[in-house]
């Protein structure tokens, strides 16, 4: 199996409605290319953190113990993080492996290079994707990076017709963007095709706490 190794944070399994249809378990990755203000998962770039290395063949055989809910509810597998993307070839290879019944999911900020997204695009059956916000100068206050790749991702993925495929999240973030900036993001959205968002606020004081655990820890 080429000794694909996939970096986790965590396994989460049996969940419903988060990720699209169906139970489905989340595997989260490794690594990110942002560092957003109010990170919920701060561990994904901490080395101080553990981090679990699982093969492919222990990754399946991991997952496998849902393959009767994935079976009977069309659920899956979701790929989040960190950045996933930062791992497309276990992803691509993962979904050669797996059941073709198990649905493969992709929570994404598309913060990567063009390729990376390539090399999954066609094994995903649904993407889930955090923009942040459409607006620079926010997007780069709030991640410390700017949003070109973002961006290019986003048109990659409305180019290829996608659009049907896609949900974008569509945070309200406390300090950084507003609800005109929120609307003026899915205006511009809606222009490249995408129709469906999901339209949520961050709790603000649970990342914070989340974060200063982590650094006690």
Known sequence: MNGHIFHAIGIERLRVINDGEGITTLVAG???PLRCQ????PQCFEMSKPVRSYSLEEMIQEVSID?????????GVVFGGGEPLLQADF??????????????????????????????????????????DMNET?????????????Q??????????????????LPLIDGFNTEEDRAESEKA???MGFASFDRFSYVVKKALEKRQKLVLD
């Open 138 to 150: 926010i997007y780069e206050t709030y991640t410390g990076k700017k949003p070109d790749l973002m």
């Open 152 to 169: 290019r991702n986003l048109k990659l993925l409305a180019e290829r017709g996608l659009q049907s495929k896609v949900t974008i999240r």
């Open 67 to 75: 393959d009767l809910y994935f079976q009977a509810t069309g659920g």
């Open 38 to 41: 109010y990170c919920l998962n």
């Open 30 to 32: 490794y690594g990110c």
């Open 189 to 191: 959205l809606k222009k």
């Open 91 to 132: 992803i691509h290879a993962f979904r050669k492996q797996a059941p073709k019944v198990w649905k493969i999911y992709l929570e994404s900020s598309l913060a990567v290079k063009e390729a990376e997204l390539l090399k999954v695009i066609r094994d995903i059956d649904f993407f889930l994707i955090d923009i942040k």
